[in-house]
């Protein structure tokens, strides 16, 4: 792979998770506001409790958004938590661009070997790449059914 792949491949990812993470955190922190202003509650009506909890998430929270981009199916969660607990953009803003870098780079880098090795073996064999592909989603679609039958 060469710098002329990855960059463009990168700012690409980039910019779509930036956007995504950041649309995420407002929707989260409009749905609060919504709320807040629905039910008539004011921040200094909020329970020592929650002011607490807010705080620490606000504090701490930088961390779990950063490290948010480096799993699957908890970054909407996070990002979204950190809209509604209002973190503040002066420590969201750096955490969500550093997560956001992470996880560019990452795609960037194996996603995108993956997917030029999958596209030679398809050019090789469309027949077995075709069948690994079946197999793949047939193994993921199980896995996803199983894992809820047993929640329930």
């Known amino acids: 792979m060469t710098w002329s792949h990855f960059l463009p491949t990168f700012a690409g990812l980039f910019v779509v998770v930036m956007l995504r993470a950041n649309a995420t ?5 409009g749905a609060a506001a919504g709320t807040r202003r629905w039910r008539g509650l004011e921040e200094e ?3 020592p409790t929650w ?12 961390i779990a958004v950063v ?3 480096l799993t699957w199916g908890v970054q909407t969660a996070v990002n979204a938590t950190a809209g509604v607990t209002r973190m503040p953009l002066r420590r969201y803003l ?6 956001s870098v992470l996880w560019a780079t ?14 030679a073996a398809a050019a090789r064999s469309p027949v077995a790449a075709t ?22």
């Open 67 to 69: 490290l948010c981009f």
């Open 94 to 99: 750096p955490a969500v661009t550093l997560g």
């Open 51 to 62: 002011r607490r909890a807010r705080d620490l998430v606000n504090r701490w929270g930088p």
């Open 45 to 47: 009506a909020a329970s």
């Open 106 to 119: 990452l795609y960037g880098t194996v996603g995108l070997a993956a997917a030029r090795a999958w596209i």
């Open 25 to 29: 955190y407002w929707i989260g922190r």
């Open 131 to 152: 069948v690994i592909a079946v197999l793949l989603v047939t193994v993921v679609v199980t896995l996803v059914l199983r894992r809820r039958t047993k929640r329930t």
